[in-house]
């Protein structure tokens, strides 16, 4: 997906929040951007395309009354990043609820870069 087919402005976040795999119970990914559509992850490993998560993301403390998220979503491209000791991964998140798209709403005002 480009820039010109993007639906939300990606928002790049202060910190940098760690992405769990419910199901592996390991670390994913660390959060670089997030939308109430999709997120993108900076990962040691290469992330396989194509499949759907469980996700578990530890929200920063002092912010929110929870301290983690959870949510589906699935890897749609992996490349590498700018560092090549590092993968980028996007995936979708077309089906949050109401609940989770306000709290990544909130995430993005309180902590994201004035762009």
Not at 82 to 104: E, M, S, V
Request: glycine share 4%.
């Amino acid at each position: 997906m480009t820039d010109e087919t993007r639906a939300l402005k990606r928002r790049h976040l202060i910190y940098y929040l760690e992405v769990y795999d419910i199901e592996a119970n390991e670390l994913l990914g660390h959060l670089v951007d997030v939308t109430t559509s999709g997120l993108k992850l900076v990962s040691k490993q290469r992330i396989p395309t194509n499949r759907i998560y469980k996700l578990r993301m530890m929200l920063p403390e002092g912010y929110f009354s929870q301290k983690d998220l959870y949510f589906e979503a699935q890897s749609m491209w992996s490349s590498n990043d700018i560092n090549p000791d590092f993968y980028d991964t996007g995936f979708a998140a077309p089906k949050l609820d109401a609940k989770t798209q306000d709290i990544i709403r909130d995430l993005v005002s309180q902590i994201s870069f004035n762009d």
